[in-house]
């Protein structure tokens, strides 16, 4: 059993999470735990030191872009692979540089889940076939400092407005947003400020339906 690879699924869906805990049943991996929301993976994480981190992008309350970049700050040693619905390539490059091993599309053969998996654990990375390979090399280059600036837009907001974006469009006030990100009033209403002159959006309605159309948050 030491030899296993400790694995926790992150997904809001609780019949995808029961799907892949089926799946890896028989495997060399072992899953130690499930999540539903970005925030409950982070304390799981934490408690149980998994080998790797599967989780999708859209999930309440944290997604898994900023989950990723918070557990490689807390977890350097775990991996973590993108397990989602998303082929858009901006994703594909903003998991990798918040420190993702691999990107994989939900429609993937279960062989390339497990060899994912397996691949992240080796400290490889791994993406979908059905993604251009030619992201790595972006992030490579990008990461060497060899490329021109990302475009404005998603890739311009902090890791911060990219929270606050997400639950705003989950229907929080600036107070209760204040409360769950343990900040200010103010500095909520500073952020929420900020990421709409970024994005040119005016009101609450415009940010849901950015957050809808980015794939911060699911619409079932």
């Given at each position: 059993?030491?030899?296993n690879?400790?694995?926790?699924?992150?997904?809001?869906?609780?019949?995808?999470?029961?799907?892949?805990?089926?799946?890896?049943?028989?495997?060399?991996?072992?899953?130690?735990?499930?999540?539903e929301?970005?925030?409950?993976?982070?304390?799981?994480?934490?408690?149980?030191?998994?080998?790797?981190?599967?989780?999708?992008?859209?999930?309440?309350?944290?997604?898994?872009?900023?989950?990723?970049?918070?557990?490689?700050?807390?977890?350097?040693?775990t991996?973590?692979?993108?397990?989602?619905?998303?082929?858009?390539?901006?994703?594909?490059?903003?998991?990798?540089?918040?420190?993702?091993?691999?990107?994989?599309?939900?429609?993937?053969?279960?062989?390339?889940?497990?060899?994912?998996?397996?691949?992240?654990?080796?400290?490889?990375?791994?993406?979908?076939?059905?993604?251009?390979?030619?992201?790595?090399?972006?992030?490579?280059?990008?990461?060497?400092?060899?490329?021109?600036?990302?475009?404005?837009?998603?890739?311009?907001?902090?890791?911060?407005?990219?929270?606050?974006?997400?639950?705003?469009?989950?229907?929080?006030?600036?107070?209760?947003?204040?409360?769950?990100?343990?900040?200010?009033?103010?500095?909520?209403?500073?952020?929420?400020?900020?990421?709409?002159?970024?994005?040119?959006?005016?009101?609450?309605?415009?940010?849901?339906?950015?957050?809808?159309?980015?794939?911060?948050?699911?619409?079932?």
């Open positions: 059993m030491s030899d690879i400790r694995v926790i699924l992150a997904d809001d869906h609780t019949l995808v999470r029961k799907g892949l805990i089926a799946l890896l049943d028989d495997t060399d991996i072992q899953v130690v735990g499930d999540a929301d970005g925030r409950e993976v982070l304390e799981k994480a934490a408690q149980l030191e998994p080998d790797v981190v599967v989780m999708d992008i859209s999930m309440p309350s944290l997604n898994g872009l900023e989950a990723t970049r918070q557990l490689k700050k807390s977890l350097p040693k991996k973590v692979l993108i397990l989602t619905m998303h082929s858009n390539e901006e994703y594909v490059y903003e998991t990798l540089r918040a420190g993702a091993s691999g990107y994989l599309i939900k429609r993937s053969a279960p062989r390339e889940l497990i060899a994912a998996i397996k691949a992240a654990h080796r400290g490889e990375y791994f993406l979908s076939p059905s993604i251009s390979a030619t992201v790595i090399q972006k992030y490579l280059q990008q990461a060497a400092g060899d490329s021109e600036p990302a475009p404005p837009g998603f890739t311009a907001l902090t890791p911060r407005e990219r929270e606050v974006i997400q639950l705003i469009a989950e229907g929080l006030s600036n107070p209760q947003i204040a409360d769950q990100l343990c900040v200010s009033l103010k500095t909520v209403k500073t952020h929420r400020s900020n990421l709409m002159e970024k994005l040119d959006l005016h009101n609450t309605a415009e940010i849901t339906r950015y957050a809808i159309h980015t794939g911060l948050i699911s619409v079932d």
